[in-house]
Nanobody, 127 residues
C-alpha cells in the first residue's frame, strides 16, 4: 500500500508559479505510475498530468500543456508538478495518485486506473 501526501499549494496571483510535491511512503514508489488530478468547486475531478515509472514518458491535459511540468525523483519517493503562468481557472484542489497498472514505460490517463490517492493541496489563483 502507498500513502501519498501533497504539499506546496497556496494563494498566488495570476501569472505566478507554484511547485507541488507529492511524497509517497513505502519502498516501491518506482513501481507505480503517477499522476496529478484537480477538482474545482462544483466540478468533477479532472486529469492534469501523468508520468511513467521511470519518468521518461509524460502526458498532459490540453488545458495545461506548455504551462505545467510533471517530474519524479524515485530516490526521494516524490513526484512534482511545476505550475507556471497560473490562471484563475487553475484554482482547484490538486491531488496526486499512484497506479500499479500499465506497462513499465506507460503512463495512466484515467482516474479509474489509479489505485491510491492523496488528500490534495489547495491552489487558489487570484486575478
Amino acid at each position: 500500500q502507498v500513502q501519498l501526501v501533497e504539499s506546496g499549494g497556496g494563494l498566488v496571483q495570476a501569472g505566478g508559479s507554484l511547485r507541488l510535491s507529492c511524497a509517497a511512503s513505502g519502498r516501491t514508489f518506482s513501481s507505480y505510475a503517477m499522476g496529478w488530478f484537480r477538482q474545482a468547486p462544483g466540478k468533477e475531478r479532472e486529469f492534469v498530468a501523468a508520468i511513467s515509472r521511470s519518468g521518461i514518458m509524460t502526458y498532459y491535459a490540453n488545458s495545461v500543456k506548455g504551462r505545467f511540468t510533471i517530474s519524479r525523483d524515485n530516490a526521494k519517493n516524490t513526484v512534482y508538478l511545476q505550475i507556471n503562468s497560473l490562471k484563475p481557472e487553475d484554482t482547484a484542489i490538486y491531488s496526486c495518485a499512484a497506479g500499479r497498472g500499465g506497462s513499465g514505460s506507460s503512463y495512466l490517463r484515467s482516474r479509474d486506473e489509479y489505485d491510491y490517492w492523496g488528500q490534495g493541496t489547495q491552489v487558489t489563483v487570484s486575478s
